[in-house]
């Protein structure tokens, strides 16, 4: 299993930008899918997430202005985040879980739960 993140980069504040994760030896119809994302000095912490039946879930610093999805057909995951803030500078990683993981552990992000994982691709908003 492969995980290739891209769509990261320089932004201001107040812009937007999509990243993707292109897997590859896995299918995102079937497995549930996530970003996380890490920062100097923090502990990764997972963004956004969305299981293999489409449920999603969002921390609370991105609701309202981030959005995952999916395209089963080109085996991709986007992260569509808005009104970006300095805080969210950070590396996003996509990750990946074979299991179905079940409310309400699927909306607490927890990184053992999603043991494939990229490289990440840098998102700095300044």
């Known amino acids: 299993v492969q995980l290739v993140e891209s769509g990261g980069g320089l932004v201001q504040p107040g812009g937007s930008l999509r990243l993707s994760c292109a897997p590859s030896?896995?299918?995102?119809?079937?497995?549930?899918m996530a970003w996380f994302r890490q920062s100097p000095g923090k502990e990764r912490e997972g963004v956004a997430a969305i299981r293999r039946d489409d449920l999603t879930a969002y921390t609370d610093s991105v609701k309202g202005r981030s959005t995952i999805s999916k395209d089963n057909a080109g085996n991709s995951l986007f992260l569509h985040m808005t009104n970006l803030k300095p805080e969210d500078t950070a590396m996003y990683y996509c990750?990946?879980?074979?299991?179905?993981?079940?409310?309400?552990?699927?909306?607490?992000?927890?990184?053992?739960?999603?043991?494939?994982r990229g490289q990440g691709t840098q998102v700095t908003v300044s």
């Open positions: 990750a990946a879980s074979a299991s179905f993981i079940l409310t309400p552990r699927f909306y607490r992000f927890e990184s053992s739960d999603y043991p494939y």
């Open positions: 030896g896995l299918s995102v119809s079937d497995f549930s």
